[in-house]
């Protein structure tokens, strides 16, 4: 059950943002409602569902499928789906390394990878971008950005973003971050169970839980007012005979 519910996990995980897209060709209609059969009579029998014609692939330039694929290559495109098949990878291995004993991780992602790496080849996602390039750009478009990314400042653009989308996002997750917790402490009067959930604030600290008074010190008078019990061990005072004690 455990392996189950990781598997699912990671399925759910990898398979989000692909899940979440919407489908091309518009909303599908719904089908008008057959009207019900009276009685006495037999219910008409429905068509047979046609599969939609689909229009044969546009079948590209030679030429400009050359221009695209070095175009990737320069800006490093090309290595999108060698980049996507690592994500992914990584995250089933983020899921299973917590469903898994840890002896049986190493052969359980070297089967995966395996699999997944022979049905998902990376070339298959380069040859679906350098379709998708064709369709927004025409050749000279291609031949004038290729141009560009040749150039020092082209290569020194292409080396740099990683560094500046990576700082970019992170700068702004820790504002939204930031912006979310305060908006959740607001609610939390509203909603007491948030204050279990929500970081200490560190701008209104919690106040200290206050000091038990100490205990006197043995042989220590009594505050004026107080009866202190008898003590056994009490030392007499200077020039006085003890009590015998009682029968």
Do not use: C, W
Request: no cysteine.
């Amino acid at each position: 059950m455990r392996l189950r519910n990781a598997l699912i996990a990671a399925m759910l995980f990898t398979a989000g943002p692909a899940m979440a897209q919407t489908p091309t060709g518009g909303a599908q209609q719904k089908p008008a409602p057959s009207s019900p059969a009276q009685p006495g009579q037999t219910a008409p029998a429905k068509p047979a569902a046609t599969a939609p014609a689909t229009a044969p692939a546009e079948k590209l330039d030679p030429a400009k499928e050359t221009a695209i694929r070095h175009l990737l290559e320069i800006t490093g495109g090309a290595k999108e789906g060698e980049n996507i098949n690592e994500g992914m990878t990584g995250r089933v291995k983020e899921v299973m390394t917590r469903a898994l004993p840890a002896d049986q991780l190493p052969k359980f992602m070297d089967t995966f990878t395996q699999k997944f790496t022979a049905s998902a080849p990376p070339s298959a996602v380069t040859d679906a971008v350098v379709k998708i390039y064709a369709q927004h750009f025409s050749l000279e478009d291609i031949q004038g950005i290729t141009k560009f990314y040749e150039s020092p400042v082209g290569q020194r653009m292409v080396k740099e973003m990683p560094d500046v989308a990576r700082d970019s996002q992170s700068v702004g997750m820790q504002i939204d971050q930031k912006v979310v917790i305060d908006v959740l402490r607001g609610m939390s009067e509203e909603y007491p169970q948030l204050k279990q959930m929500l970081p200490p604030d560190p701008d209104h600290p919690a106040p200290a839980p206050s000091a038990a008074a100490p205990a006197p010190a043995p042989g220590t008078a009594p505050a004026p007012g107080s009866t202190a019990p008898p003590s056994s061990n009490a030392t007499p005072a200077p020039g006085t005979k003890p009590k015998p004690p009682q029968q």
